[in-house]
């Protein structure tokens, strides 16, 4: 009897120590965000990593985590009944077996339908709330939410329920001072990065504004072609200040230097990006393939 116990006491442990792991590594990240630690570059998997299973799924989220991913990028809709579930489309055609507006269905009803994989083929997964992603990964991942800011005081209200207030990045193209109006009593937990599109004339007057005005920790950037210089100047304005932030999802988002070209070359693509332009965040539809990349680098844990 002696020796049950002990070896429950052991697995109690043990489960214990996991969760505690778990726990640390959402603060850990957050700590690199925190601290502009430039040392590494994070990964951002876009809705999850949605090549193993249905974007914006409980198990995208979940090989994400267990490949290594540090931010998960998820999107949020509102439901008839006033349920935040996650889906990019304002409409469930694309990536369930349903039809029409998310606006005209109710929770139950969409409970009733299966998510699609990336090649339109019917799974087994359903359609999960907000409130079952947060507790799901809390503690093990940071999440950015898209198109949060639309419904924001109800999200909050979830993230406090869960504990996970401190997990959540929000980006958005607001100006500094928008940002402060509409979700200035949100940010001392969650993390605001502001977007700006670095082939717009004013874009070096709102990064200067943003800065000084609110020291963000990171800035998402944008831009279309190589033949503009911006982007090299930002690196340089940006060191010690704040992160950046590149998204590799396709071609113009960051000058050609995205997902296919890293395929070819991920010296061209990605190492571009960190190298001449200062990127220590990137946003990618292929999180295993640049995880790989960074760890024989030696940019990412």
Known sequence: MKKINSFLF???????????????????????????????VLVVAHRGDWRYAPENSLPAIDN?????????????????????????DSKLDRTTTGKGLISEWTLDSIRTLKLKNG??????????????ALNHMKGKILVNLDKADRYFDEIYLLLEKTGTTKQVIMKGGKSAEEVKKYFGKYLEDVIYMPIVKLDKEDA?????????????????LLFECDSNPLPLKINEILKGKSLIWYNT?????????????????????YGYLIDMLGARIIQTDRPAYLIDYLRKRGLHN
């Open 204 to 220: 070096e007057k709102q990064i200067d504004l943003f800065v000084k005005s609110m020291n963000p920790v990171a800035f998402e």
């Open 249 to 269: 999802l396709w071609d113009t988002m960051a000058g050609g230097h995205d997902d296919d070209m890293s395929l070819e070359d991920p010296d061209r693509g």
């Open 119 to 132: 090649c339109n083929i019917k799974t087994k997964e359903i359609v999960p709330t907000l409130e079952e």
């Open 64 to 88: 994400a985590i267990k490949i290594g991913v540090d931010i998960v990028e998820l999107d949020v809709q509102r439901t008839k009944d006033g349920q935040i579930i996650l889906m990019h």
């Open 10 to 40: 052991l697995l109690i442990c043990l489960s214990v120590f996991q969760c505690i792991v778990a726990q640390d590594k959402a603060t850990e990240i957050r700590n690199k965000l925190l601290n502009r630690d430039n040392s590494t």
